[in-house]
Structure formats: C-alpha cells, structure tokens
C-alpha cells in the first residue's frame, strides 16, 4: 500500500483478504505447521523456502501486522517481538557482539539504559553514552574502531528531549555504521525517521501503537538503505557465511532489503524466542487501526496541559517539546511538524514531597508503570522506571527527583486540567 497515505496504513495495512476470506486478520493461533513431506520442511530450515514452521520464529498473524507497521514507517521489512525492549536488544545485538561497542544517547528510557549499560555490557558489548545536545565534534570523539551502531529515541522517555535524527544520522553513516531510533513516542503517525537518514527504527508497540493497555510487544523496520556489503569488515554476522544455516551469506542472499530482519529472525529469535503473541498481535492490529485518529488527541491534550502548568505558580519546569518556547521546540517542528507526543513532565518548587503529594491526589489520572495509552496516567520516575540509576545518571537522562511523567489520554483536555488544578491545590 505504498501509494496510500499513512491514515489509509494504519486501517488497511499488511492484510488484504481475497475472495471469502476473513475481513479482519486472522489469529493465527498454533505453535506447529503440517507439512507433506520432509523435504517441504528442510527447504524452510535452509531458507530456501518462506513459509512457518515453529511460532517460536514467525507465525502469520504476526507477520501480517510487522508489515502493516513497515509500510507505515516506509521499511522493507519487518518483524514484531514480545516486548520493546527485546526489540531493542535484538536491534542491537543482531550487528553487536562481545568485544563491539555502541554509541547511544544518555537520555533514552531508563529500562534500555539498564539493558545497554548493565546487561549488554556482561555479554561484553561497551556502551558510550553522549548528550543529545552533543555538537558534531562531541559526537565524532565517542566513535570508536569498533563501533557497530549508534541508538538514539525519536523522543526520549521520560526526559522528551528530541533527538537529532539527521546529525546522528550523519556522524553514524560517516564511520560506516546504521543508526536505530527507537520511534515509540512519535510512532510513524508523526515522524518517519527514516527519510531523515535513520537505517532501523524499533518500537514499543504496547504504547500508541496499542493504546489501551492490553498487549505488551515490539517492533523492528529495516529501511533497506543501508549497504552491509560495503561496510563487511565490520558486520561479519551478515557478510560471511552462517554456518547454523548451511553457509547462507544473508547480505549476499537476502539483499540490503531483507538481510538484518532475515537475520534477526534466523538466528535471534530462533534462539532466544522472545515472539510476540499471535493473540497480541491481533489486539496491536486492532490499535493501529485507529492509531492515526487517536495521536492528534493525545497531542491536543497535552498541548493544553503543558500550556496550563507553564507559568503555574507551584511549578518549577515544564517540559514539553510540541509547546512553543521549550528547548526542544524547533527541533520537533523540524521532524514532528504535526505534534509530537501525549507526553508532559514537569516539575515542582516543592521538590520531590510536592511532587508525591500532587500524585497522591490525582483522581482522574492514574498512577501505573505505563505510558501512552487512551486512558491518562501518570508516573514519578525516579520512584519507579529509574530508580536503578544514582543521581549522576538521573541529571544524565534529564531527570530530575522532582519530574512528574504525565501522559494524556484520550479523554476531555478541561477534564484532566481539573483533576491537575484539584491536585495543585493540595501541595
């Protein structure tokens, strides 16, 4: 569906029934596949064949939705995962190995922070953390001859610094290596990060692209534009042969459309099996279909929110990068001119005993370890998301102990100002 805009994507994307067939996705729901002879089989095992033999890899109710979810970030190919963050350690590992290093952003989620700086990090993969703001020349010096990737998020979580896609993208290309956006605030709706230069993009899905809380998984979308071949000294897991499948080359055999997700699935998911239910796929199936309708509310009310609490008296900071004076204002307009997230933190002149007191007594919006959802929540992250890191590595991910993380929901904006002006009015 390349030709239909983004809108007709999300409704009508990666499933087109023929004659008499379900209308809706179907749930695929089966761990096996029956095959006639041996033979059929063998030829899957040595991909020399598409087709499913085992859900632990691929399963068609998932394949259906990765690639509606292609199509809307303008991929090649695709693949869904039980969760983001197995997407992002999938992203990464696929090209990564022990002994590699990577360049990421310091203010990305705390959850991939601690997957990077401490789990990735025992199975011997360096990480070098770099400001957002960072110049080029910053950027440039943490390259080292053995980077693999740079990894930055669209909007950081919970920090809503907005990242450079182009200027990360640029410094990633010119020492030959991809760079992966993590894309679940924005989600494809508002921002396509790979017509700025960005190679891969991930995904949460169990956020906007869900919506209602009610399936946790991921997503990778491989651009294809990134050339493996011309870069094979530093990618050998892609470039040279795999001899858990007979020797298959996948830059050679699968082409730069579909050699990192062939690879990804061939190998990662065949031995970590982190897929994503078949069940929740269809329930993300069923998000995406309004996904378009609903970002424009999430953006409208949290626009409204951030507008109310930025000169309130019993408030320290505001952030929100879709409001005009935020630090990260022009930046979003450049890559996100039609909004940019349901997201607002914010901050109090009490501190942190203010910051718990107002959550406390919120009524409307409840307190989860959630976010971007139809239903508002709210979350202290220092409490809970970030409570591994120490107060250096807090003020490094742009968190204060202070930092409420409010994500607007669907409902009326005058409804959640309420509930925040009945709150305020406690402190």
């Known amino acids: 569906m390349s030709d239909y805009k983004i809108n007709t994507k999300c409704v009508q994307g990666g499933y087109t029934p023929g004659n008499g067939e379900p209308r809706q996705i179907p749930i695929i729901q089966s761990t096996t596949f029956k095959y006639a002879t041996s033979e059929d089989m063998g030829k899957l095992f040595d991909l020399e064949a598409s087709g499913y033999f085992y859900t632990r890899l691929q399963n068609p109710t998932n394949d259906m939705v990765a690639a509606k979810i292609c199509d809307m970030e303008g991929g090649t190919a695709a693949m869904l995962t039980s969760s983001g963050q197995a997407a992002n350690f999938y992203a990464i590992f696929n090209i990564a190995n022990c002994g590699d290093h990577v360049v990421a952003s310091s203010t990305i989620y705390g959850g991939t922070y601690n997957l990077f700086h401490v789990t990735m990090r025992k199975m011997g993969i360096e990480f ?12 440039d010096a943490a390259f080292q ?10 909007i950081a979580n919970p920090a809503l610094t907005v990242l450079d896609i182009e200027k990360f993208a640029k410094a990633a290309h010119a020492h030959g290596v991809p760079l992966v956006v993590d894309n679940t605030f924005a989600t494809p709706v508002n921002c396509r990060p790979f017509e700025w230069g960005c190679d891969i993009v991930t995904h949460s899905t ?18 294809g534009m990134f050339d493996w071949l011309a870069h094979k000294e530093k990618f050998p897991g892609l470039c040279t042969p795999d001899h858990s499948y007979h020797g298959i080359t996948y830059a050679e055999k699968f082409g730069q459309a579909g050699a ?21 796929a269809f329930l993300l199936n069923l998000g995406l279909e309004s996904l378009h309708v609903r970002m424009p509310r999430h953006c409208e009310n949290a626009l409204a929110v951030a507008r109310y609490l930025k000169d309130h008296p019993k408030i320290s900071f505001v952030t929100y990068p879709g409001l005009e004076g935020d630090k990260y204002y022009k930046l979003a307009q450049k890559y996100m001119p039609s909004g940019t997230c349901g997201v607002v933190s914010f901050g109090f002149q009490g501190g942190r005993t203010a910051a718990e007191t107002f959550m406390k007594h919120l009524k409307l919006a409840a307190i989860e370890t959630h976010v971007a959802d139809a239903r508002t929540c709210t979350l202290h992250p220092a409490s809970a998301t970030h409570r591994q890191m120490n ?7 742009g968190i204060t102990p202070d930092l409420v993380r409010f994500s607007c929901g669907i409902e009326d904006a005058a409804d959640l100002i309420a509930d925040i002006e009945q709150a305020l009015a406690q402190i």
């Open 145 to 154: 001859p053995n980077t693999k990737a740079v990894f930055g998020e669209t």
């Open 128 to 139: 070098t953390f770099v400001s957002p703001d960072c110049t080029e020349e910053e950027l």
């Open 260 to 280: 990192f997700i062939t690879k990804c699935t061939a190998q990662l998911m065949r031995d970590f099996g982190s897929i994503q239910s078949p069940q929740n």
């Open 391 to 397: 107060d250096e590595e807090l003020a490094a991910a």
């Open 206 to 223: 169990t956020k906007y692209m869900d919506g209602h809380g009610a399936g946790v998984g991921g997503c990778i979308v491989d651009s």
